[in-house]
């Protein structure tokens, strides 16, 4: 594209003779969503096609509703507070560059998270929306690992979480694409390629990171340290999760061997530190959290509660 192209190409809702036109980019943002009932969800925006749109939404015979929805709410609030923290990245990245992509990240996760809250809604029965799951429930209501809702620290920390949560997740995601729940089964199937991404990213980073300076080194192994403990969690298998999707006992091995590879390139070592201890044998899985959920729930909540019903 030359100058002259941008110079001649129309802005805002004005063609390029400056007359104003029906097409402004922000229109969608007023249209009803495509849904049954025509209306458009407030917290995420309207205008936004179902990507399972004819998946069959019927629990399958043989497993349980209850289970089911336990399940997908586990997974995602794990993806809604991880997009949470990756978006606080914004306007605080090294660079310009690194905010637009750690934000679109975070959107694809917040994708998941829609898809599984929702199914969520429909498998226990009760009808709850992504609305009301993710914006209406305290904080021990919660069911994601700790490991997504620890501060985000210095990018090193987050670039060593990201590595870790996408190579498990993307490892979890390859396994429940062919789950018995076909609304399960396609968010897997199209989270895996996404996740694949957020690998990939997260380990061009570590490499950068840790071979480069011995200064980014340095604080790249301290990041690895530092969120190494809350990796067991994603490991240590709830009820639910054997009831209703896949043991991720079944996942330390093959997700340890990959990261491994990574810092082995990068010139890390790979900590030897126990994991996070639970509290009185219960963790994330069963609303026992950090200090750290609380604030970001209030962030992410604020709004919605202060105008409750409100839509645009």
């Excluded at 997700?255 to 044998?281: H, I, Y």
């Amino acid at each position: 594209m030359t100058d002259d192209d941008v110079t001649d190409a129309p802005t805002g809702d004005h063609a390029a003779d400056g007359h104003p036109t029906d097409d402004h980019v922000y229109l969608s943002l007023t249209e009803a969503s495509p849904g049954p009932e025509g209306e458009g969800r407030w917290a995420y925006g309207t205008g936004f096609a179902d990507p399972l749109l004819g998946v069959d939404t019927a629990v399958p015979p043989g497993l349980d509703g209850a289970d089911l929805a336990a399940y997908c709410l586990m997974l995602g609030d794990d993806a809604l507070v991880l997009a949470q923290r990756l978006t606080e990245w914004c306007t605080r990245a090294p660079e310009l560059e690194e905010e637009v992509a750690l934000a679109n990240l975070g959107l694809d996760l917040l994708g998941q998270a829609r898809q599984l809250l929702t199914r969520a809604g429909q498998a226990d029965g009760s009808g709850r929306t992504e609305d009301d799951l993710a914006y209406w429930r305290e904080e021990h209501e919660f069911r994601n690992v700790r490991l997504v809702e620890a501060p985000n620290g210095d990018f090193a920390y987050s670039i060593a979480r990201l590595l870790l949560f996408a190579t498990a997740r993307g490892a979890l995601y390859e396994a429940l694409a062919g789950h018995a729940d076909p609304v399960l089964a396609a968010v897997a199937a199209r989270g895996v390629k996404e996740l694949a991404y957020h690998r990939e990213y997260a380990t061009a980073w570590t490499l950068r990171l840790g071979d480069g300076t011995p200064y980014s080194a340095a604080r790249m192994q301290a990041g690895l340290d530092a969120v190494w403990p809350l990796l067991e969690e994603l490991f240590t298998a709830h009820p639910v999760e054997l009831r209703a999707g896949v043991d991720p006992g079944t996942l330390r091995e093959p997700v340890l061997r990959s990261v491994a590879a990574v810092c082995a390139e990068a010139g890390l070592t790979v900590p030897d530190v126990p994991g996070l201890a639970a509290v009185g044998g219960r963790g994330g899985r069963d609303g026992v959290h950090t200090e750290a959920l609380g604030p970001l729930l209030a962030e992410l909540q604020v709004v919605a509660r202060a105008h409750p019903g409100a839509t645009w």
